[in-house]
């Protein structure tokens, strides 16, 4: 029989937040196997998953699936990058992903309730998950696309993903498309969908950088200033009027346009978008534990 030493109880504790005697009960139970005895508190109903739940999940990964026209993002969340590039964390968003795209689900709650391969939900694989790495893990945001167009889904370093909608072209031409999203995030698709508030408040303050001396020119040359000026922010904020990452001497617009193809939609989720990160004092933190 392996030693049940103060140290494993403690981590089993910190993994599960199952009470002191029921973690030694565990250890013992399993011969001293920390992932056996996570388990055997998972089967007994004893682990306390809540216990993790306020905590800070801004590390992660995007994961992806796709068949033919239909895709999904999902962003899975854990709460240091170390977790993130655990292997048991990289199988668990694989099989998100997966049952994210056979269920069908189109949100966050009702991918809860899909199965993953292994017959669990998605909530009941998140709480293993979460007891076998001992840290939060949340299944935070998914975006999916349905289509007889060409769609692409891409995930640049585990951290950025897209998915586009492309009709016309190639699926090929769909990849570059979404690998230029990745790199540049337009926030716009067109022209068209830049909002009226956004163009006037550019437009304000454009005016205001410009001389008393150009202010002063006649109209017709100031508006055609403005205007220039104008054209060139909107290329900027735009998927259309960027130049193309995979070739530089054209615009994205001249891409699809020679290629008889046109966006019809773009989404893009970065890891950890929009989470307040709480840096925390190492030392306060190993004190704290130590009160555990």
Known sequence: MAEITASLVKELRERTGAGMMECKKALTENNADLEA????LRKQGIIKVGKKADRVTAEGRIAMAQDGGKAVLVEINSETDFVAKDDNFLAFIDAVAKAALASG???????????????ETVEEARAAIVAKVGENVQVRRMARVDSSDHVAAYV?????????ELKGGSDE???????????MNPPHNKASDVPADFIAKEKEIE??????KDRAKPAEI????????????VSEV???????????DKTVE???????????????????????KVQEDYLAEVAKAMQV
């Open 173 to 183: 031409l769909a990849r570059g498309i979404a690998m230029h999203v990745a790199a």
């Open 254 to 276: 001249a891409v699809l346009k020679g290629a008889g193809a046109d966006v019809i939609r773009f989404q893009r989720l970065v890891v950890g978008e929009g989470i307040e």
């Open 37 to 40: 005895a996570s388990e055997w």
């Open 156 to 164: 640049h370093s585990g951290k950025i993903g897209v998915l586009v």
């Open 238 to 248: 735009t998927l259309s009027g960027q130049s193309y990452v995979l070739d530089g």
């Open 105 to 119: 689900a189109a949100d966050i709650e009702a991918l809860k309730s899909a199965k993953v391969a292994t017959g």
């Open 222 to 233: 100031l508006e055609k200033i403005i205007s220039g000026k104008m054209n060139k922010i």
């Open 207 to 212: 005016l205001a950088k410009m001389s008393e």
